[in-house]
């Protein structure tokens, strides 16, 4: 879901060939992970994303809203490496009589927050829906360490730093009509039947997915660990977990009964049609980190961390469902079981 | 021409505004001018531009040409600090089908000729056209200065360098029908009727529209002198002296005999019924440097410099036609008689 792919190319696939490409060229490389590290392996680190209208974001959504979550989602590639957002840059492509200054003044707003400059942006025209790509700086804090794919071992065990799938849930409720207003208030579609004890999740689901917070601190913190690998989950567990492993050149072994879901998640997703298993192995836009530590080593306090497996010989990456271990495949909620 | 605005903003007011408000932050702004510094000040200048189809280029043109395109417009950005260029990030966002990796490859090559890195790249879905973002980063050089808007002084003299208008030339070409192959090759439209001498002229304003060259090397060669003042012209001539007025607090008075122009540019633009003087001036997309030195200071030797005027006590910006001043105002070209 959340980095839909131009037809016949993934943005894996891009990446791997540009890095093949420039790994030629001789020079060391500074493509990353998620972000890439100034000069290679020096102290900044640096991402770009897109969140584009009526693919990442419902038509219609509040400027105000749409930058708050480009700035999440961004923030959320910086804590998956570890960083320190210091530098934002807006290029920002809008249909006449769009609202820039709404959404300026909201950016400026969420990145003073987070402790970010806006320095400068890029204003053009798309006729037809908004375009905006944000370019985010983060320093490596002093004493730690950059975090990478590239190293989890066979041994480590595997966390999640929040609950899965409740992002895609929310989406799936904004795709039948649901709504948010700048205040976080949210609006259920007049015809969506559930029970009224499943309110509360409803909501909570349309939050998430619309205004994700990223996991600054739990990436700083696992940057002080000696060793720990990790991604952000952006394009869903199965997806990404395959990336860390094979960025790792490992296998991993993830329990279904430990997957971490949100309050009254799976009842509401049932009530409105979804498996929510699909939505926390495949729904994507998550944004809670995906990372490994050494046996008898104990993730970071304070935050709302699950171990879900561990990592082993690769280069399988299976799920035990109640005593069943099959292939987990890196695919997306709509191409699981 | 470069850089539309959405309706009722334009991106100079929304830039001083964010100036404004991050200004009020009590930090130190590094927002700069064609680029940012940073940290504030620092060794690095941080640019973001975008190309869209249809509105900065005609729809349907060559991935391989909008690469070149796109790192060539923001390598001018970079000419206009002094820096050199390092590092380059990509933010795509392409309709199905769109040949992403074409596109990729020639900017990769592209930035290899310019010294530069392609160190990452975001890839999504925009249904209708392409949209492509780059962020470049360079280096300040060693023993060089930053070149800023607002380092102009009464007396000094005013440079640029190179011709102006035939981009915006070009550009109406483009527009009746004209193309351009990845090897160069021009084709102008059937029923475009000019004289066989000026077929040359005609060739060369497309391609100098379509694939504009950076004035990196200049720009290096000014961030040695002492004092100088420089921006890029990307929107005319006219808007772009205004910039640098208001930023340095001056006016200026500039000879229209001394504008330069390229061979037969006057004569081909009478042939299709455009005015001669109003793309020069405010055709935009020339991608030269606009600069000043003190006066009795040679410019840098080595690139096809002209003296187009002076720095005068501000803030009006004049015009010297035929021993006539008139009040120059900045507007693009379909403002200007």
Redesign the interface.
């Known amino acids: 879901m959340a980095?839909?792919?131009?037809?016949?190319?993934s943005?894996d696939r891009?990446?791997g060939?540009?890095r093949r490409?420039?790994g030629r060229?001789g020079?060391p490389?500074?493509?990353?992970d998620d972000?890439?590290f100034?000069p290679p392996g020096g102290p900044w680190a640096?991402?770009?994303?897109?969140q584009?209208e009526?693919?990442?974001f419902p038509s219609g959504l509040d400027p105000a809203l749409v930058a708050r979550r480009l700035l999440s989602v961004n923030l959320s590639d910086l804590a998956a490496c570890g960083a320190r957002p210091a530098?934002a840059?807006?290029?920002l492509?809008?249909p006449?009589?769009?609202d820039?200054?709404r959404l300026?003044?909201s950016l400026?707003r969420a990145c003073?927050t987070a402790g970010v400059?806006?320095?400068?942006?890029?204003?053009?025209?798309?006729?037809?829906?908004l375009?905006a790509?944000l370019?985010l700086?983060g320093n490596r804090p002093v004493g730690g360490r950059w975090l990478r794919r590239s190293a989890a071992r066979v041994g480590d065990r595997l966390y999640v730093g929040g609950t899965l799938g409740e992002s895609a849930l929310g989406q799936r409720l904004l795709t039948r009509g649901a709504a948010m207003d700048i205040r976080r208030r949210v609006f259920l579609p007049g015809d969506l039947v559930i029970p009224n004890a499943l309110v509360p999740a409803a909501h909570r689901a349309i939050r998430r997915h619309l205004a994700p917070r990223a996991q600054l601190a739990l990436g700083v913190a696992l940057g002080r660990e000696r060793r720990a690998a990790a991604l952000d989950v952006s394009d869903g567990l199965a997806r990404d977990l395959h990336r860390l492993c094979a960025e790792s050149r490992v296998g991993a072994l993830i329990e279904e009964s430990a997957l971490p879901l949100a309050p009254r998640f799976a009842e509401l997703s049932r009530a409105v049609g979804e498996e929510p298993l699909a939505l926390a192995l495949g729904g994507g836009e998550d944004y809670v980190l995906l990372f490994t530590l050494p046996p008898r080593k104990a993730p970071p306090r304070d935050f709302p961390n699950a171990e879900i497996g561990r990592i082993t010989p690769g280069p399988a990456v299976r799920i035990n469902q109640g005593g069943v271990s099959r292939e987990l495949l890196p695919l997306g909620w709509d191409h699981l079981e």
């Open positions: 980095r839909p792919v131009v037809v016949g190319e943005e891009l990446i060939w540009l490409r420039e060229a020079k490389s500074p493509i990353g972000a890439a100034l640096i991402t770009v994303d897109s584009i009526g693919v990442h530098w840059f807006l290029a492509a809008a006449p009589g769009f820039a200054r300026f003044s400026a003073r400059t806006l320095a400068g942006g890029d204003l053009a025209r798309n006729p037809e829906r375009v790509s370019t700086l």
